[in-house]
């Protein structure tokens, strides 16, 4: 649920607005209410709200002067509520960063659409975000940390070398079976040992590692592969499972996790 905060200096307007419209059904929750700019101002620096509905004239402080006291901040989405006679305000709104208005008395459909379309640049930009903490933290880039495998010298010596496997040929066709007849033990026992001394089956950190491999070369190698490219060349034999496990592990699709990095870089 993404959090909303309504400053409206009109009791019946306000109240209204908090507790007749479904909020949840759009996937927010109203976390505050103010009065005019300046309630409206103690509210956002404390609530950090993803979305702001305000009145433009309201006493000691306005909405625009409200929003324009945060004029550089990005995290949060803004609609402002006017009247016909305020049409001038509102362009001087959306010249400032508002996201849209709405005219008095509110249409509830209206709103609704509104809304919704905002809450697309809402999830948009957390995506974003997401993305940034993947690519510019090394450690949440890790799914799958070899180095504190390979390194301990208190792992079975046959795990070991089935993650050394994923290391050095991850790129190719790899299973357990193989490498169980490689080392001359059953897969069920080499499977069992794995899953004891790593916590994951074999598959699962194979393919961990394959899409930090990928991440690498999205990051690194910007625009140098097209995706399918890069699905092969980190061992995923078919495009569609690529993209599946990629998203399985970073709730992104692919080509969303490219055209965002692009944007966050530029």
């Not at 510019?136 to 010298?153: G, Q």
Request: charged fraction near 30%.
């Amino acid at each position: 649920m993404y959090k909303l905060i309504i400053v409206e200096d009109e009791e019946i307007i306000r109240k209204g607005l908090v507790h007749t419209i479904d909020w949840l059904t759009l996937g927010f929750v109203v976390v505050g209410e103010g009065e005019n700019g300046k309630e409206g101002i103690k509210l956002i620096e404390e609530l950090k709200p993803d979305l702001i509905i305000t009145d433009i004239k309201m006493p000691f402080m306005s909405g625009l002067e409200m929003l324009a006291s945060f004029n550089n901040n990005e995290n949060f989405e803004s609609i402002i509520l006017t009247s016909y006679g305020e049409f001038d305000y509102a362009k001087m709104a959306i010249s400032i960063g508002v996201s849209d208005y709405i005219l008095k008395p509110i249409n509830e459909e209206e709103l609704f659409k509104i809304v919704s379309k905002i809450k697309k640049k809402i999830d948009e930009r957390k995506a974003y975000e997401d993305i940034r903490n993947y690519t510019t933290n090394k450690e949440d880039m890790e799914f799958a940390n070899l180095k504190i495998y390979i390194d301990s010298k208190e792992i079975n010596t046959y795990v070991k070398y089935a993650i050394n496997k994923i290391k050095e040929e991850y790129s190719d066709k790899l299973s357990i079976e193989m490498l169980a007849d490689e080392l001359g033990v059953s897969p069920s026992y080499l499977s069992r040992k794995f899953k004891e001394e790593t916590s994951y089956t074999f598959l699962d950190m194979l393919n961990k590692y394959r899409i930090q491999k990928a991440i690498e070369l999205m990051t690194k190698e910007r625009g140098k592969y097209r995706v399918y490219e890069i699905a092969d060349m980190v061992g995923f034999g078919e495009y569609k499972h690529f993209c599946s496990v990629f998203k399985k592990y970073t709730k992104f699709a692919p080509k969303d996790f490219i055209k965002a990095k692009s944007i966050i870089i530029n």
